[in-house]
């Protein structure tokens, strides 16, 4: 496709649930990253894949949270035992290489509120 | 980690030029971006500077780099009312982006 796309745009799960959320990034970009962004604030790095390999997962903040990409493009983002405290907007980028000489394109975002 | 600071709010009048500050942490970024929000919408690139450099000119964007304070700017010019968002600074390093909390830019008619 043209962009980063994410589905689904918006979820609304109960707290305790199991959702999952997909980003497919740029063909042919290696570097995949998710964010997430709570009201009021920027986004927050969560993790990096460079190619199929979590390269930096420092910011999933428990072991609820899984991140995959078996295929070195589509990811999927895991949360498990959802918390009220897990509404945010996640934010899904990809770019060409990692180096930050090439601009990181983001989806439009995956909207997330647990009841 | 790396820390990016920013003001929450600027206000500008319409035509006036509006300057948003950040300052960060982590000297060994090697690029620092400026990113746009507009409610309900995505991330938008607006302009990047590479950490070398101390000046970078964009039409109406102007980035300003101290590199030994670890302070960047970006001054728009002209101001005018679609420049109404949420600016956001993020330094690259460690092969990843790092957000500020970002500044909301109100224009004043």
């Known amino acids: 496709g043209a962009g980063v796309s994410q589905t689904p745009s918006n979820k609304v799960t109960e707290k305790g649930k199991y959702v999952e959320l997909r980003c497919d990034p740029i063909?042919?970009?290696?570097?995949l990253y998710w964010y997430r962004q709570s009201l009021g604030q920027g986004p927050e790095f969560l993790i990096y894949?460079?190619?199929?390999?979590?390269?930096?997962d420092s910011g999933l903040p428990n072991d609820r949270f899984f991140a995959v990409r078996p295929e070195g493009s589509v990811s999927t983002l895991k949360i498990q035992r959802t918390e009220r405290g897990d509404s945010a907007v996640y934010l899904c980028?990809?770019?060409?290489?990692?180096?930050?000489?090439?601009?990181?394109?983001f989806g439009q975002g995956t909207r997330l509120t647990v009841v | 980690g790396e820390d990016v600071e920013q003001s929450l709010f600027l206000s500008v009048r319409e035509g006036d030029s509006s300057v948003i500050n950040c300052t960060y942490t982590?000297?060994?970024?090697?690029?620092l971006y400026w990113y746009k929000q507009e409610p309900g919408a995505g991330l938008q690139l607006l302009t990047y500077i590479f950490s070398n450099m101390d000046m970078k000119q964009d039409q109406r964007l102007t980035v300003l780099l101290n590199k030994k304070d670890k302070h960047l700017s970006l001054r728009i010019a002209d101001t005018q009312t679609g420049d109404s968002a949420i600016y956001f600074c993020a330094p690259f390093g460690n092969e990843k982006l790092t957000f500020g909390t970002g500044t909301r830019l109100t224009i004043i008619p």
């Open positions: 980028a990809s770019s060409l290489t990692p180096t930050g000489n090439t601009e990181a394109f």
């Open positions: 982590d000297s060994s970024s090697t690029y």
């Open positions: 063909s042919g970009h290696t570097a």
């Open positions: 894949f460079q190619g199929t390999g979590a390269a930096d």
